[in-house]
C-alpha cells in the first residue's frame, strides 16, 4: 500500500523561506512530484524528482532522499500568492498512476 | 487555450439522479484519468485510460461508468446518485501511462448530491 504524511497546515512570513515535508512509504516507487492548488482551483505541476538530491527551479526546490523516503518542497523570497496547498504525490508501480497526500495549507502573512 | 477542460463546472443535483461530466484535452495526451477529492481535500484515482483502453480502475461503485469515445476525451457517467458522491472530481491526462510523465489537471467539477 501507498501512505503519505506530510503536515497539515503551515504558516510564514513574506519574504521569509519555507520547508513542507513530506514521508512517505509505497509498495513501488517512480518519482515525487509536488502540485500547488490554490483554493477552488486545480492542481498545478510544481516539480519532480526521481533520483536523490535537490531540483532547484526559480524559488522553488524540491529534495528527495529515497532510502529515508522523504521529500522536502522549499519556497524562498515568499509573496502572498504563494498562499495555498502544496501537494506531495508519489508515482507507484501500476502505470502513472499517483497517490497523494492531503496537502499542506501554506497561509502567507504579511 | 485550456489544455484539459471539463464541464459542468458546478453541478447541484438530487439522490438518484444520474449525471455525467465531460471532459476534453487538446494535449495530444495519450493517458487521460479521473481523480476524486472529498471534503478532506484528498485527491483519489478513480480511472485511468490509456488510448481508450483503461488501465485502472480503483475500488469505485460500478454506478461511475467512464466512457472514452477517442483518446481525447473521457468522460464521467454516475447512476443513482448519492450524498457520499459529493466531491470535487478532476480530470486530468498525462503524455503516457509510464511512471514519471506529469499529469495536468482539468478546472474540476463541484458536484453537489443534496
Known amino acids: 500500500g501507498q501512505n503519505i504524511d506530510q503536515p497539515t497546515e503551515m504558516t510564514a512570513t513574506e519574504g521569509a523561506i519555507v520547508q513542507i515535508n513530506c514521508t512517505y512509504q509505497?509498495?513501488?516507487?517512480?518519482?515525487l512530484f509536488w502540485y500547488q492548488q490554490h483554493a477552488g482551483e486545480a492542481p498545478t505541476f510544481l516539480s519532480y524528482?526521481?533520483?536523490?538530491g535537490l531540483e532547484e527551479k526559480g524559488r522553488f526546490s524540491s529534495f528527495l532522499s529515497r532510502s529515508k523516503g522523504y521529500s522536502y518542497l522549499l519556497l524562498k523570497e515568499l509573496q502572498m500568492k504563494d498562499s495555498a496547498s502544496y501537494l506531495c504525490a508519489v508515482g507507484g508501480n501500476a502505470g502513472n498512476m499517483l497517490t497523494f497526500g492531503g496537502g499542506t495549507r501554506l497561509m502567507v502573512k504579511p | 487555450d485550456t489544455a484539459v477542460s471539463q464541464t459542468p463546472k458546478y453541478l447541484v443535483t438530487q439522490m438518484g439522479n444520474d449525471k455525467s461530466i465531460k471532459c476534453e484535452q487538446n494535449l495530444g495526451h495519450d493517458t487521460m484519468y479521473w481523480y476524486k477529492q472529498d471534503s478532506k481535500k484528498f485527491l483519489k484515482i478513480m480511472f485511468s485510460y490509456n488510448n481508450k483502453e483503461l488501465i485502472i480502475n480503483e475500488t469505485v461503485p460500478n454506478r461511475f461508468s467512464p466512457k472514452s469515445p477517442d483518446k481525447a476525451h473521457l468522460n464521467l457517467h454516475i447512476n443513482s446518485l448519492e450524498l457520499g458522491d459529493s466531491a470535487v472530481y478532476f480530470c486530468a491526462s498525462s503524455q503516457d501511462g509510464t511512471g514519471g510523465n506529469t499529469i495536468y489537471f482539468g478546472e474540476g467539477s463541484w458536484l453537489t448530491v443534496v
Open positions: 524528482n526521481v533520483l536523490d
Open positions: 509505497t509498495s513501488g516507487f517512480n518519482g
